[in-house]
C-alpha cells in the first residue's frame, strides 16, 4: 500500500499558540488528503478533506478558521491548529485517497498535547 | 443515515483461539466495507475491503471477513489468533468514490497467552 508519514508524531504545546502538522504521501501523488480526529477511546471521525491546489472542504460542525488546511503540493499536506486550547488535544491522522486502489491509506498520526 | 456499529468494545481471547469481531453497518447505497487495524500510537493499517463478489474475503495475516448484505453485518474473523493481533479494530465503510469514510467505534482486541 501506499506509505503516509506525518511530522511531528507527538506535540506538546501552550494553550494560545498555534500548531503545524505535516502529511506527506511519499510513493504516489495525492491530490486528495483526508484529516481525521480521534479522541481518546473514540473512532476516527473526519475533519476536512483537502484537495491539491483548492480549498479544502470541512465537515459540518468544524471550524475552517481554527483549522487551517495547506494542500500546495501533490505530496504534502498541512493542517494548522490555530490558537490551540487544551479541548483541541487528540490525534490527528492524515489519509491519501488512492482510487486505482479503492481505499485510503493512513498516516501513523500526530499526538498533539495542550497545556 | 450512515453508520458503522461494532458492539463489542474489549474482547479479551486466549491465544490459539478463534476471533470474531462484530460489525453492522447502515448505509444507503451499495457499501464498501473496510476493516482496519490500529496498534497503540500507530495510525491505521488495511486489512480487508470487500466490494462485491465473493461474500468471504481473505485479507492479511490470516483475517478473513464475511459479508451478509440480509443482516448488513461484515464480521471479521481468525481461526487462530497469536498475541500480535492485540491491538484495536476499526471497521469502516466507504462512499463509492472512497472520499467519506464512516468508521465504528472499535474494538480492543486483549491476547491471553
Known amino acids: 500500500g501506499a506509505v503516509v508519514s506525518q511530522h511531528p508524531s507527538w506535540v506538546i504545546c501552550k494553550s494560545g499558540t498555534s500548531v503545524k502538522i505535516e502529511c506527506r504521501s511519499l510513493d504516489f501523488q495525492a491530490t486528495t488528503m483526508f484529516w481525521y480526529r480521534q479522541f481518546p477511546k473514540q473512532s476516527l471521525m473526519l475533519m476536512a478533506t483537502s484537495n491539491e491546489g483548492s480549498k479544502a472542504t470541512y465537515e459540518q460542525g468544524v471550524e475552517k478558521d481554527k483549522f487551517l488546511i495547506n494542500h500546495a503540493s501533490l505530496t504534502l499536506s498541512t493542517l494548522t491548529v490555530t490558537s490551540a486550547h487544551p479541548e483541541d488535544s487528540s490525534f490527528y491522522i492524515c489519509s491519501v485517497r488512492d482510487s486505482g486502489k479503492e481505499t485510503q491509506y493512513f498516516g501513523p498520526g500526530t499526538r498533539l498535547l495542550v497545556l | ?113
Open chain 2, 1 to 113: 443515515a450512515q453508520s458503522v456499529t461494532q458492539p463489542d468494545i474489549h474482547i479479551t481471547v486466549s491465544e490459539g483461539a478463534s476471533l470474531e469481531l462484530r460489525c453492522n453497518y447502515s448505509y444507503g447505497a451499495t457499501p464498501y466495507l473496510f476493516w482496519y487495524v490500529q496498534s497503540p500510537g500507530q495510525g491505521l493499517q488495511l486489512l480487508l475491503k470487500y466490494f462485491s463478489g465473493d461474500t468471504l474475503v481473505q485479507g492479511i495475516k490470516g483475517f478473513e471477513a464475511e459479508f451478509k448484505r440480509s443482516q448488513s453485518s461484515f464480521n471479521l474473523r481468525k481461526p487462530s489468533v497469536h498475541w500480535s493481533d492485540a491491538a484495536e479494530y476499526f471497521c469502516a465503510v466507504g462512499s463509492y468514490n472512497f472520499n467519506k469514510f464512516y468508521f465504528g467505534s472499535g474494538t480492543k482486541l486483549n491476547v491471553k497467552p
